[in-house]
């Protein structure tokens, strides 16, 4: 056990002195948590608006909910709660993991309530419910890619992550670990422990688990490898 400690310190110190980078700088990049410049509202707006959308699409597929969703089902069954009030409940359980993880809360935060909420409204009222097989697939496939270049995209701003985003930009800057192993960990955990509570887990909810870590980690490395997109700066996360 001492040798691993030893080993895990050597491999810290290293990956500290190399400044692992979890989210690329790139040019609309904020300067702070609070930032009000034009460029950069405009991409986390964009951002997510189409990962609102994504999620909308992902539910009017009828495939399987989030796996997020199927924790905030499990919660509700075993607590007679609404599934919107246990979902605020997880999310606030999360933001208290913030704190030993030392993220910060920032305009992105606020924006990611509301416009995504917004979108995933608007596009479940809008669209019509797929008739056939073949939709519910292409809805599913169009909204798990939407949403995971959303969550790139807003990341990429700067301005703070939404509750569940950040816990898993936490973990990637306190462990040195992949975008894609994080979120994809984070998912199955809680896609199980939804399942154990009760919630109901769809071919979708397995499909969106095991992939959107990947998805928004290739989207990042597409983004940094950009030269017209990415630049240098002091606060990269």
């Known amino acids: 056990f001492l040798h691993f400690l030893l080993l895990w310190q050597e491999l810290k110190g290293y990956f500290m002195k190399k400044k692992v980078r979890v989210i690329p700088h790139t040019s609309w ?7 009000l410049d034009i460029k950069t509202l405009s991409v986390l707006i964009f951002a997510l608006s189409i990962l609102g959308i994504g999620d ?16 905030s089902q499990g919660i509700a069954i075993q ?35 509301v416009i995504i909420a917004f979108f995933l409204g608007l596009t479940t009222k809008i669209l019509a419910t797929p008739s056939s097989l073949a939709e519910q697939l292409l809805y599913g496939t169009v909204g798990l890619l939407l949403y995971g270049l ?3 995209l807003y990341l990429t701003c700067h301005l703070g992550a939404g509750p569940r985003d950040g816990l898993m930009v936490g973990f990637c800057q306190r462990f040195y670990l992949k975008v894609s192993i994080v979120r994809t960990s984070i ?8 399942f154990i509570l009760g919630g109901t887990v769809g071919l ?13 980690q290739i989207c990042l490395n597409i ?15």
């Not at 998912?187 to 939804?194: A, D, P, R, T």
């Not at 940094?224 to 996360?237: R, T, V």
């Open 79 to 113: 607590t007679n709660m609404s599934i919107g009030w246990a979902s605020f409940f997880i999310s606030c359980i999360v933001m208290i993991a913030w704190f030993p993880l030392k993220l910060q809360l920032g305009l992105g935060t606020l924006l990611n309530i």
């Open 56 to 71: 909308g699409l992902i539910v009017l597929s009828n495939l399987g909910s989030t796996p997020w969703t199927v924790l």
């Open 187 to 194: 998912e199955i955990f809680v896609c199980i422990l939804g």
């Open 29 to 35: 990049a904020a300067t702070s948590l609070w930032s």
């Open 150 to 152: 959303g969550t790139a």
């Open 204 to 216: 979708g909810t397995v499909i969106f688990a095991a992939s959107i870590g990947w998805i928004v």
């Open 223 to 237: 983004i940094a490898q950009c030269p017209h997109f990415s630049h240098k700066g002091e606060n990269d996360y």
